[in-house]
């Protein structure tokens, strides 16, 4: 399966961003998907995964209540909805997929469980 995820850009502190993480293929819901962060200087981070189904979700617990994953299998696409951004909230940003172990997301909190990456999208914080 290919990523590409989109909807990186510029936001003041406090204000919001939707990323979108389009899936080639017509495999997507075999898949659990998550999405991943680095920030400059730094490793890259768990952010949120959800289940092939959608109904079980994970969260970073730097993010929990302010970001929300949510998944459309019939248009092979993954979001994150942001809001309440921090400048702390800095990185790109970056979908992936897994093949399916586990029907919770809480098992997909690790890069190594992730098969296939798309390219990242950027998001900057000003404060």
């Known amino acids: 399966v290919q990523l590409q995820a989109s909807g990186g850009g510029l936001v003041q502190a406090g204000g919001s961003l939707r990323l979108s993480c389009e899936a080639s293929g017509r495999t997507f819901g075999y898949y659990a998907m998550g999405w991943f962060r680095q920030a400059p200087g730094k490793e890259r981070e768990f952010v949120s995964a959800?289940?092939?189904?959608?109904?079980?979700?994970a969260y970073a617990d730097s993010v929990k209540g302010r970001f929300t994953i949510s998944r459309d299998n019939a248009k092979n696409t993954l979001y994150l909805q942001m809001a309440s951004l921090k400048p702390e909230d800095t990185a790109v940003y970056s979908c992936?997929?897994?093949?399916?172990?586990?029907?919770?997301?809480?098992?997909?909190?690790?890069?190594?469980?992730?098969?296939?990456w798309g390219q990242g999208t950027l998001v900057t914080v000003s404060s």
């Open positions: 959800i289940s092939r189904s959608g109904d079980s979700t």
């Open positions: 992936a997929a897994a093949l399916v172990a586990s029907n919770s997301a809480y098992y997909y909190t690790r890069a190594p469980q992730y098969n296939y």
